[in-house]
């Protein structure tokens, strides 16, 4: 092959190969995460049982998450979505806690036995989750399993 040939195929492998465009706000959403058992008690702001959810964005972009929590039977009780920059960890509840003084509220209501699917227009994001006494400062509760759908290549949790 000559120089020139060795060249243009070279080229030709880079862009083929090249990383894909990352992600951001305007992608299509894509389920993440399952949250089975989720509680709450249907109490005040501060007071009763919750779920909180943190979600950490390391995509290098912006990012919006949604958050679809159903009752036991399956009803579709709260839908909202979140934007979340790069690195930046958003913290999500059934009602507000005390624990988590700076989350934004879902305002589910009661939710018994609920799930919450969390969706995102990345897959390079994080979640984790807990049924927490809403009156306590210190979190104080009960970590959820999230099943994970759509992980991020070569990572395991």
Same mark, same amino acid.
């Given at each position: /092959? +000559? ?13 083929? /190969? ?6 951001? &706000? !305007?992608?299509? =959403? ?8 989720? %509680?709450?008690?249907?109490?005040? @702001? !501060? #007071? *009763?049982?919750? +779920?909180?959810?943190?979600? #950490? !964005?390391?995509?290098? &972009?912006? =990012?919006?998450? %949604?958050?679809?929590? %159903? ?7 709260? @839908?909202? &979505? ?6 930046? +960890? ?5 009602? =507000? $806690?005390?624990?988590?003084?700076? =989350?934004?509220?879902?305002? +589910? ?5 609920? $799930? #919450? ?6 897959? @390079?994001?994080?979640? $984790?989750? /807990?049924?927490?006494?809403?009156? !306590? ?7 959820? %399993? *999230? ?11």
């Amino acid at each position: /092959m +000559t120089k020139i040939q060795t060249l243009v195929v070279s080229a030709a492998l880079a862009i083929g /190969m090249a990383a894909p465009a990352s992600a951001g &706000v !305007n992608d299509p =959403e894509v389920i993440i995460y399952r949250f089975p058992g989720v %509680r709450d008690n249907g109490g005040a @702001n !501060n #007071t *009763g049982i919750a +779920t909180s959810f943190h979600c #950490t !964005n390391f995509s290098g &972009v912006p =990012e919006n998450i %949604r958050f679809a929590t %159903r009752q036991f039977e399956g009803s579709l009780i709260s @839908n909202e &979505v979140f934007f979340v920059l790069h690195l930046q +960890t958003a913290t999500v509840s059934t009602h =507000e $806690t005390f624990a988590f003084g700076s =989350e934004a509220s879902l305002a +589910t209501g009661s939710v018994a036995q609920g $799930t #919450t699917a969390i969706a995102a227009t990345s897959i @390079n994001i994080i979640c $984790t989750a /807990m049924i927490v006494d809403a009156a !306590n400062v210190v979190p104080t509760g009960i970590a959820l %399993r *999230g099943i994970r759908f759509n992980p991020v290549p070569g990572s395991q949790e």
